[in-house]
Nanobody, 121 residues
């Protein structure tokens, strides 16, 4: 198993930036592909970004392409989500998740507790 803890959320004005972190403990972090997902009030959870085990492959939702960037450091057991040019519609609880087996559609096996991101207009 792997335990995931997110941090870095907060309140920011539109156009601002935040960097979310997710630190993993437990089994080997590099065994997992990682993702960020989010859930806004009254909406379903949606995919934001995904990064492969080595960090070579990255994937983004259309709504965040060009604004958000996912990265990881396996030596630090950490994955980040750099969020720039934030918009009010980015307001949500952001979750870090780990994928054990590559699959389409993606199936994340382990989840963090989430961190709140609020973007004011």
């Amino acid at each position: 198993q792997v335990q995931l803890v997110e941090s870095g959320g907060g309140l920011v004005q539109a156009g601002g930036s935040l960097r979310l972190s997710c630190t993993a403990s437990g089994r080997t972090f590099s065994s997992y592909a990682m993702g960020w997902l989010r859930q806004a009030p009254g909406k379903e959870r949606e995919f934001v970004a995904h990064i492969s085990r080595t960090g070579v492959y990255r994937e983004y939702a259309d709504s965040v392409k060009g604004r958000f960037s996912i990265s990881r450091d396996n030596a630090k057991n950490t994955v980040w989500l750099q969020m720039n040019s934030l918009k009010p519609e980015d307001t949500a609880v952001y979750y870090c998740a780990a994928e054990s087996v590559d699959s389409i559609p993606r199936v994340y096996d382990y989840w963090g507790q989430g961190t709140q991101v609020t973007v004011s207009s």
